[in-house]
Structure formats: structure tokens, C-alpha cells
């Protein structure tokens, strides 16, 4: 009680008693030198938070190198929706038609993203023109210009067999806004025309059929 006093002089008893509630969290053999202050403690604390900061900060740089080693020799930008194990997310499903293109969204988790803010207004699962789906996403290919990044469709061919011209002409078209990956319906990769985008894209979301890529 009187080294209890000499600590607390207020109340020796309220003192004693978080002692003991202390000694008995803390197991009743323990001795005075196997306790630390709390201010260590918290210092301890604070420099695990940082660490673990870091190894994230870390892991997010990694997945965005990687990202930008997919172009190859670094002749094309890294893509603008990269998820957390370091793939690209697709914007658009696109299918080119003979009349035009039927587009749709590809990656319903980014319903949120603040990209859409930057898409016009165009009919989803219509076939629209070429010329109505680039106006409507000018602005978005402009500003990932800026970011020095590109947003990916996934492009599905549905042209008449005779009419593959018209299909490279929207391949060139679409291409003006995004980078392309193309999808066949063999499981053999198939090499298309010239595209501006990577040859090595690992896409986040495997499309049905089996896709094949530039």
C-alpha cells in the first residue's frame, strides 16, 4: 500500500488493483523486466503499420512494372484498369458487324469507376455506328492519352466471310480509341493485322470461347 501511495497518492487501492489485473493478463510468473512501457509498445506498433504500407505500396509498384513490361520493348502505354493481381480489365465488349459495331460494358466490377464519367451516351447490345461509339468515347481516349495509359476492348468479328474488309476498316476505326484484344473461336492464337496495342496481354477475364490474342 505505501509503494501503491508513493505511485497513486489519489488511490493507492484503484492502483493495486489494475496491477493485479494486469499481472493476471499478463500470467502470474512474469517479472517486471519482461514488461515494456506502452510508449515502446506503441512505437512497435506504428513501425509495423509502416512496414505493412510499405510491402503494399510496394506490391502495387510491382503489379504496375509488370504491367508496363507487357508492351515488349516499351513501344506501347501500360493499360488504365489494372486489377490487383496485375491484369488488365477490358472496357468495352465490342463486335464488329457489317453495318457497324454492337458494344457492350466488359467489366461489370468497375460499374463505379469514374472513367464512365468521360463515355457519352451510346446504345448498349445495339448495333450503332463506328462513328457514334468513337464520339462517345473521345474524351476518354483523350484523357488516358494524357495518363499515358489505354483502356482495352475485347473485339469479336461477326462481318460476312466476304466482307473482311469492312472488318479491318473497323479494326483501324475502334483502334483509334483503345488498345484491341482480339478473340477467335480457336484455341490456336491467330495472327490478325497490325494492331497498336501489346502482343502479350494477360487478360483479367478469360472470354468464352476460347480467346486468342494479336
Request: aromatic share 8%; glycine share 4%; charged share 25%.
Given at each position: 500500500?505505501q509503494?501503491?501511495?508513493e505511485?497513486?497518492?489519489?488511490d ?5 488493483k489494475?496491477?493485479l ?5 499478463l500470467g502470474p510468473?512474469?517479472?517486471?523486466d519482461?514488461?515494456r ?13 509502416k512496414?505493412?504500407s510499405l ?6 509498384l510491382?503489379?504496375e512494372?509488370?504491367?508496363l ?5 516499351g ?13 488488365t480489365?477490358?472496357?468495352?465488349d465490342?463486335?464488329?458487324?457489317d ?8 467489366t461489370t466490377?468497375r ?8 463515355v457519352g451516351?451510346?446504345?448498349?447490345g445495339?448495333e450503332?455506328t463506328?462513328r457514334?461509339?468513337?464520339?462517345a468515347t473521345s ?17 469479336h ?8 474488309d469492312?472488318?479491318?476498316?473497323l ?5 483509334q480509341n483503345?488498345?484491341p ?6 484455341a490456336v ?5 497490325k494492331?497498336s496495342?501489346?502482343t502479350?496481354l494477360?487478360p ?8 486468342a490474342?494479336q
Amino acid at each position: 500500500m505505501q509503494r501503491a501511495a508513493e505511485i497513486d497518492p489519489n488511490d493507492p487501492p484503484a492502483l493495486l488493483k489494475r496491477a493485479l489485473e494486469v499481472l493476471n493478463r499478463l500470467g502470474p510468473a512474469t517479472q517486471p523486466d519482461q514488461v515494456r512501457p506502452l510508449s515502446q509498445m506503441a512505437s512497435e506498433a506504428e513501425l509495423n503499420q509502416k512496414v505493412a504500407s510499405l510491402e503494399t505500396n510496394n506490391d502495387r509498384l510491382r503489379r504496375e512494372r509488370d504491367n508496363l513490361m507487357i508492351s515488349g520493348k516499351g513501344l506501347s502505354f501500360p493499360s488504365c484498369w489494372i486489377n490487383s493481381a496485375g491484369q488488365t480489365e477490358f472496357l468495352f465488349d465490342v463486335t464488329f458487324m457489317d453495318a457497324g459495331v454492337r458494344v457492350n460494358d466488359a467489366t461489370t466490377s468497375r460499374a463505379q469507376d469514374s472513367a464512365w464519367a468521360m463515355v457519352g451516351s451510346f446504345a448498349r447490345g445495339s448495333e450503332i455506328t463506328e462513328r457514334t461509339f468513337l464520339a462517345a468515347t473521345s474524351k476518354l481516349a483523350t484523357w488516358s492519352r494524357e495518363q499515358k495509359c489505354r483502356f482495352y476492348t475485347r473485339n469479336h468479328d461477326a462481318t460476312g466471310v466476304t466482307n473482311k474488309d469492312r472488318y479491318k476498316y473497323l479494326q483501324r476505326q475502334v483502334e483509334q480509341n483503345f488498345y484491341p484484344f482480339y478473340v477467335t473461336t480457336t484455341a490456336v492464337p491467330k495472327r490478325m493485322p497490325k494492331s497498336s496495342g501489346p502482343t502479350n496481354l494477360s487478360p483479367a477475364q478469360s472470354p468464352a470461347p476460347e480467346p486468342a490474342q494479336q
